[in-house]
């Protein structure tokens, strides 16, 4: 029979108060809630990376008009994305340091509302130098929200809340591609390709607004919760090794080889590089192949694609930041198996596309690749905040963005090189399959490190919060 003295412990195990927001009173948290703060810091930078994307990939659906007013060839056009990549690369560790010191919901308003003014610069562009500068300043400008962003997301939600955290940005991001590219086509052919640049500017600006409705939390905030969710209700807190956080004042170059010293940290960035490698190829060749392939027209191919496409992604994302959230800290090593298994998943699928002579199990198949390539992608970035601690995730995201990016323009530009070669890009997409086969095995060689990796991670960031 319960006692009244018994409540108020009860109650202490399943609540606590804790300070999140500086200068602001202490917050009540519930043990084990994925989102103690509600879900509106996910939604709000899942708009983010969706206003990121459609505005990228606008200019792929509206190029055709772009170049017939301009009249540049199409080798001008691959560069435009070339070097709007290249920038970015060379400005991500900087934005990732700013990340781990700055005041990050600030950073990423203002990220956004550069993206807003860069948009109306492109819609008056005058001709191919001005539009270049333009879009490789947006390109470089694109990526530069990520660090702070998900650094942000660590520290809103605690471990049994990143993978969906993380995979509403990643559905967004990725969702945002066919969207933008339908967009920016639709725009041109009926308004003008100006008036779309124009038009998708206001978006931007809303979007930064909503992003200042975010309080900034105190960095480790998630790790702390994270650690009281994981002790045993009644009993006294386990104790974790601590070692000693790099100083302050240490270089970038020493804090990234500190990040890369982790060997589970190092999985996920080549595992995540390689799939951002063959979804970037996928995605951009697979309306070409539906059509020389199937015959089909220009506007079909691309609805099938993209349709495909959105699909695998939005589902996978879902059922696979579900799961891994829903066994996260009770099975070992479980986001890395769960994103290991994704990505073996998609890798057979995407086997299973190239070889179908047909379009229905071709289309299936290629739903089932991105489904499987989207659990992968929810589960092992919440991985990557899950091993660096909170004072270094800024800086550990900018790593794994920088190397994805490049990773992802490759996959375009190698799969077309075998197309040429061959005359097949049945056989261009094969080429993929090699580098995925060794993803798998990389990731999955992570399950062995994780839980010590994430351990670590989570004892330095309370360590070093207090």
């Known amino acids: 029979m319960t006692t009244s003295d018994q409540v108020p412990k009860e109650e202490a195990d399943q609540f606590r108060e804790f300070t999140v927001f500086p200068g602001r009173p202490a917050v009540r948290v519930r043990r084990g809630d994925p989102a103690p703060f509600g879900w509106w810091p996910a939604v709000c930078i899942a708009l983010v990376a969706a206003v990121d994307r459609i505005e990228y990939n606008l200019l792929a659906g509206a190029l055709p008009k772009i170049q017939e007013e301009f009249g540049f060839g199409d080798a001008a056009a691959g560069g435009i994305a070339t070097a709007g990549s290249i920038a970015a690369v060379v400005l991500l560790l900087p934005a990732g340091r700013l990340a781990d010191r700055a005041h990050r919901t600030k950073t ?15 819609g008056l562009a ?37 993978g969906r955290a993380f995979g509403f940005e990643r559905m967004a991001y990725f969702g945002g591609l066919p969207v933008g590219v339908i967009a920016g086509g639709a725009l041109a052919e ?31 905030t998630g790790d702390r919760l994270t650690v009281w969710y994981q002790q045993q209700p009644g009993l006294p807190p386990t104790e974790a090794e601590a070692p000693k956080s790099p100083a302050p004042e240490s270089s970038t170059r020493q804090q990234i080889g500190e990040l890369l010293a982790v060997p589970t940290l190092r999985s996920v960035v080549a595992g995540l590089s390689i799939v951002f490698f063959g979804l970037g190829g996928l995605f951009y060749w697979m309306p070409s192949f539906y059509d020389r392939k199937f015959g089909l027209g220009e506007a079909d191919a691309a609805a099938v694609a993209g349709g495909a496409g959105l699909v695998g992604i939005v589902a996978g994302i879902i059922v696979g930041s579900r799961l891994g959230d829903r066994h996260h800290g009770v099975r070992p090593g479980w986001r890395i198996t769960l994103g290991g298994a994704g990505l073996v998943l998609g890798t057979c699928a995407l086997a299973g596309a190239v070889a179908s002579p047909a379009l229905a ?21 919440a991985a990557n905040a899950d091993v660096v601690a909170a004072q270094r995730r800024g ?17 375009p530009w190698l799969i077309g090189m075998v197309s040429d070669a061959t005359g097949s890009l049945g056989t261009a997409f094969a080429v993929v399959l090699g580098p995925l086969a060794v993803g798998c095995v990389v990731v999955l060689r992570a399950r062995s490190t994780y839980d010590a990796d994430a351990s670590r991670a989570l004892a330095r960031s309370v360590a070093d919060d207090s």
Do not use: K
């Not at 990423?108 to 492109?122: D, I, N, P, R, S």
């Not at 198949?365 to 970035?381: E, H, K, Y």
């Open 108 to 122: 990423v308003a203002a990220v956004v509302a550069v993206w807003a003014v860069l948009t109306v610069g492109t």
């Open 361 to 381: 199990p071709q289309v299936a198949c290629f739903t089932l690749a991105n489904f499987g390539f989207a659990v992968a992608l929810a589960n092992l970035t």
């Open 190 to 220: 009926y308004v003008g390709w100006r008036v779309g640049f124009f038009l998708v500017a206001l978006p931007g600006i809303v979007v930064a607004l909503l992003v200042l409705t975010l309080r900034e939390p105190l960095r480790g």
């Open 126 to 162: 005058a001709g191919y130098a001005t539009l270049f500068a333009v879009r490789v300043l947006l390109g470089a400008a694109g990526q530069l929200y990520n660090p702070p962003a998900s650094s942000l997301l660590a520290d809103f939600h605690p471990g049994s809340g990143r």
């Open 395 to 411: 800086l550990g995201f900018a790593v794994l963005q920088m190397v994805m990016s490049l990773a992802g323009s490759l996959g």
